[in-house]
């Protein structure tokens, strides 16, 4: 059912008022059509050594009926923009405040992605040892999202579109969701009798997040962080392992939001809150 209540914060571009609560009209949709997906893969594994294995797959995936559960900002930006589709979303009151917006589910548009996968192994054999070196990565070349009025937004390493404003995504945390142009794992495993020891990398290349309070674009770098694993399997049927995420304890970067998500800051999919842990596993 839908029901009125109060909307997250956000800022109108029409009056300039900053962190306005409003009116909000939420729940189902009557006239929500199913979603839909047509996706084409093609890929190639090669294994040139029996220590090296390759494989590479290009996939297209093209989304119509999009569903989507909008941000306020993302509703207000585009009514104010003129977005036809978004016309009878926000109610004003005759001096041009805000009174309502409408935040249902919603057929939002359609969506066309397109990107390489990849992934590499490597054994290197040592007397009595090895190492194994593995990639598994993801390169992003197109996340077209277009809207019920045509117009279309570029998803690939932004959040915001050239005004600042938060683009559409194919999912409800549309405005905190972050595309990279590329990530990636890669790790590395030396092994040696009942002990094995795993360093690895997980990297993102950076991406835009919204304007500072002057209006002047905001950038948040690539970065990368790394996770350690001691194991023992001297015992059999028995595995221990010790390990590690977030080896350096570092700090998230600053990501400027452009809505309300619960830790603001920094972008929760793609930093663990938790900072550096240690844990313990045991398996028989």
Known sequence: PQTLGTSEQFNDPVTGEQD????????????????????????????????????????????????????????????????????????????????????????????????????????????????????AGTYMTKFDVTRPSGSISHNVGTTVDESCNPIQSTNNASQDGVVPRWKHYLSATYASGPWAYTLAQNFYKGYRDGCDLDGNPHSVPGRSLYDAVIAYTGIKNLKLSLGVKNLFDSDPLMFIPISNQFQAGFVVTMYDPRHRFIYATVSY
Do not use: C, H
């Open 20 to 135: 306005l609560q409003v009116n909000s009209l939420t729940g189902g949709n009557r006239d929500l059509k199913p979603e839909k997906s047509r996706q084409r893969s093609i890929g190639i594994v090669a294994s040139p050594t029996r220590d090296v294995n390759v494989a590479v797959d290009f996939f297209n995936i093209a989304v119509t009926d999009m569903i989507a559960l909008e941000s306020a900002q993302a509703v207000v930006a585009r009514n104010a923009a003129g977005d036809p589709a978004y016309a009878d979303l926000v109610v004003r009151n005759d001096s041009g405040g805000i009174e309502q917006i409408t935040q249902v589910l919603r057929n939002v548009g359609s969506a066309k992605l397109r990107g390489v996968d990849i992934e590499a192994a490597w054994r290197i054999p040592f007397e009595g040892s090895r190492l194994d070196l593995s990639l």
